[in-house]
């Protein structure tokens, strides 16, 4: 059973298009992080979230932690080709700095 | 780039042999993590080190061993190698060791058992 669901699996869209990234999960977490991962690269931190209900915006995206700490969502306003990639949550639990991660959701951006 | 460097880049090797993986962290960060991802798992957290010490074990094989050094680099060690153990092996650190402290991931060591 994985404690962090990821939904879509896949994603393929055409530019220009908005798009919602999903991140659930029963557990409580104290911290949740997304990443973007390229083919044969390690991932890459978008942004860290620690509060119930925080939003965070980083140019085109917009991450929202959940207010009971269980969920997250990655929403891409009028996504490009280079938004294409793998997009990873993990969250930490307790006090412990170790991440579980989800099992991605792979986006491509067609032109 | 994330200032975290791993050597080697690719490893490719038979069944039974041994490996070591090398990871330097971020300048001034003291904690280090190795996850393994392979393709029907994705990422799974094996161990982390913290200032030298191991500070947390997760799915972590007893084949599989790790240490941190002095200068905070960090090695894991993969014995008796099984083809099911070919898998990109990453390296992560941070600051500290608390959650929500940011991690940041080196490039990977690509395994492969023959």
Redesign the interface.
């Known amino acids: 059973t994985?404690l962090l669901e990821q939904s879509p699996q896949f994603l393929s869209i055409q530019e220009g298009e908005n798009l919602t990234v999903y991140c659930n999960s029963s557990s409580v977490f104290?911290?949740l992080?997304w990443?973007r991962q390229e083919p044969?690269?390690?991932?890459?931190?978008l942004v860290?979230v620690?509060t119930g209900g925080e939003v965070k915006k980083l140019k085109r995206l917009t991450f929202q932690f959940g207010d009971a700490r269980k969920d997250s969502s990655l929403h891409i306003t009028a996504a490009q080709p280079g938004d294409t990639g793998l997009y990873?949550c993990?969250g930490?639990?307790?006090?412990?700095?170790?991440?579980?991660?989800?099992?991605?959701t792979k986006l491509s951006v067609k032109p | 780039d994330?200032g975290?460097t791993q050597t080697p880049k690719h490893l490719i090797t038979a069944t039974g042999q041994r490996v070591t993986l090398r990871c330097s962290p971020r300048s001034g960060d003291l904690?280090v993590?190795w996850?393994q991802q392979s393709l029907d798992q994705?990422?799974?957290?094996l161990i982390?080190y913290y200032n030298g010490e191991e500070?947390?074990k997760?799915n972590i094989l007893e084949r599989f061993s790790a240490q941190q050094f002095p200068d905070l680099h960090s090695e894991l060690n993969l014995s008796s190698l099984e083809l099911g153990d070919s898998a990109l092996y990453?390296c992560?650190s941070?600051a500290?060791?608390?959650?929500?402290?940011?991690?940041?991931?080196?490039?990977?060591t690509?395994l492969t058992v023959l």
């Open positions: 994985q104290s911290s992080q990443y044969g690269e390690g991932p890459v931190l860290t620690v990873l993990a930490a639990r307790g006090s412990q700095g170790n991440l579980i991660f989800g099992k991605g | 994330s975290v904690s993590y996850y994705g990422l799974q957290f982390q500070r947390a997760g990453f992560a941070s500290k060791s608390t959650s929500g402290d940011e991690q940041f991931f080196g490039p990977g690509r």
